[in-house]
């Protein structure tokens, strides 16, 4: 009998603890969705260069965390010296977002890019530059439901660089400045609610 009581009792025991859950930071967060987005950033009043790219990301809640790349050809404020032959910024990294009320066919969207990568700098006597650089880009803008499956944000920011070799004539500010930006979320976002 007491073994079938300890027998029971262990049972039970075992039973209790393959119930129990783990609290974690993230319980009750769980992918909703995922999505590509090509983007556009255009300078504002010709401070910084048009630069294009994209990403991608996976939609949590009515946040996402993602990836994205960027690139951009024409410093037209480096020309003007007639040193500069050729300049070209690259830089790719993490991309961290959210919209507010996102069920709403307008709502709030805001995201920072934070990444890494690389200026290159051809001056007219055949010398080339190549510095690594970090950038950090922050916007904030309203973002609009097209379908249940495409999205199009508008938004202004600042992107910031640091990291440029500022002994070869040019700063860290001839790469940073303020934009607008245009991006097209295409993928799927979690329940249909709209």
Known sequence: MKKVIILLFLGFWLQAQSQAQHETLFNNASVKGGFAAPI????INNQIST??????????????IGGYGMGSVDFNKLFEDGDVKVAE???GGFWLGGTFRPHKVIHLYGSTRIGWGGLDIEFENDVQDVDRIFVFTPELGVELNVTRWFRV??????????GSNEARGYTDEDFSGWFTGLTFRIGWFGARRW
């Open 40 to 43: 556009v950033e255009i300078g």
């Open 51 to 64: 630069s294009v790219g994209g990403g991608g990301g996976l939609v949590i809640g009515s946040a996402f």
């Open 89 to 91: 910024i690259g830089h």
């Open 153 to 162: 944000a508008g938004t202004a920011g600042y992107r910031l660089v640091n």
